[in-house]
């Protein structure tokens, strides 16, 4: 009986004026993620779901298995690629024999130019959603270029990112990378702390990045106590750079205790190169200091400006002058902190919160099949 419903249920979206009935069915979504601790996976894709679920929604998530970006190590790399690329095999004869309405796949499913894959699965389902939050396509142009063409919809983290898929997308909506307020607690008052903390939060592969700060923070080390927190892989925590009279703290990221060490800071500091990899970030970084209340700075590259309201909600350093400015003067002034993070917590909850953007969402997810 189940293969019968399986079969039935394909014959039936193959016929197109058939598709009308789905308005009146819950729907089967499978989502191909990148790995259950994956950041793009968390905040693009597993957030939402408990909400699509609750909606009568059924929610299949096919992560990577081991994670995109990683190994298994006792079966090493080659052997892990693949192990890897056969599951994915897996997941795909379900796909085709599941009965689902979309197939969702977020970002890509392997770390690789080759596409085919990618393309077996968006023709395994009525409607096929890509999900984009890096500028992968520059590493891998022509594989995005074929992927986004078949995609019904591509959603798109950022205007930046959404210019680039309208060159190959039928059609495009930008979702920018949102925050669940009901899992970051917000103080109406700062927390008095002595000596202040500073932090930075963020992956291994970023951590090149807190070499802007190196200057600015020595220099600011020898007329402020304060604290740096860095906060990264376990795998990372020996590659953080040292600087010269700064204090430093390194804590090892764990999802039990993300969200206790973001309040911990007094500033929040999200240093980026104008590049072309960073100019298409997402700025989830920043919009995770301004839930929690603490201040942030962030390099005025990407998306970031928006998010920071011009320098209203969150403030801008474009140089290492300028990182120790306004460094300098969020360490002097408590009560500036305290306004900087009343409005900044405004700002997520308007145009960044996981309640104002999911409407949005479930409509490029679900297009016309939830009408």
């Known amino acids: 009986m189940i293969w019968s419903s399986a079969i039935t249920r394909r014959i039936r ?28 996976s968390r905040f693009r894709v597993m957030q939402f779901l408990p909400r699509l679920r609750a909606e009568g929604h059924t929610c299949v998530v096919a992560p990577s298995r081991p994670a995109k970006y990683t190994h298994w190590k006792w079966l090493g790399w080659r052997g892990s690629w693949r192990c890897r690329e056969w599951l994915r095999q897996l997941d795909l004869w379900r796909a085709r024999w599941g009965g689902f309405d979309v197939v969702f796949l977020e ?22 959603v ?11 142009p022509e594989k995005f270029a074929h992927v986004a063409a078949r995609a019904n919809v591509v959603i798109a983290g950022n205007a930046a990112l959404a210019a680039e898929a309208r060159r190959h997308a039928r059609e495009v909506v930008t979702i920018p990378t949102v925050i669940d307020l009901d899992r970051y607690p917000f103080d109406a008052f700062p927390r008095s702390s002595s000596p202040s903390v500073i932090g930075w939060t963020g992956t291994r592969s970023n951590l090149p990045y807190l070499e802007i700060l190196r200057g600015p923070l020595e220099r600011l080390a020898q007329r402020h106590p304060f604290e740096w927190h860095v906060v990264t892989d376990p795998q990372g925590l020996a590659e953080i750079p040292s600087f010269a009279g700064v204090t430093t703290r390194p804590i090892a990221w764990s999802a039990s205790t993300e969200i206790e060490g973001l309040r911990a800071l007094d500033i929040g500091v999200m240093p980026l190169p104008d590049d072309p990899w960073a100019r298409y970030k997402c700025g989830f970084k920043l919009l995770q200091y301004m839930a929690v209340g603490a201040a942030a700075i962030a390099s005025p590259v990407g998306v970031n400006p928006d998010i920071a309201d011009q320098g209203n909600a969150a403030r801008l350093a474009s140089s290492p002058e300028e990182w120790e400015a306004q460094l300098d003067r969020l360490l002097c002034s408590p009560a500036e902190r305290g306004q900087l993070r009343a409005m900044a917590r405004q700002r997520v909850v308007d145009q960044y919160s996981l309640a104002a953007v999911y409407p949005a969402w479930k409509q490029a997810v679900l297009g016309k099949l939830s009408d």
């Open 13 to 40: 979206y193959s016929v197109p004026l058939e598709r009308s009935a789905l308005s009146e069915l819950a729907l089967k979504l499978l989502f191909l993620t990148s790995g259950p601790q994956v950041p793009s």
């Open 107 to 128: 970002r890509e499913l392997f770390d690789a130019p080759e596409w085919e894959l990618d393309l077996a699965f968006a023709g395994a389902s009525p409607r096929f």
């Open 130 to 140: 890509l999900d984009v939050d890096d500028g992968i396509f520059l590493k891998y």
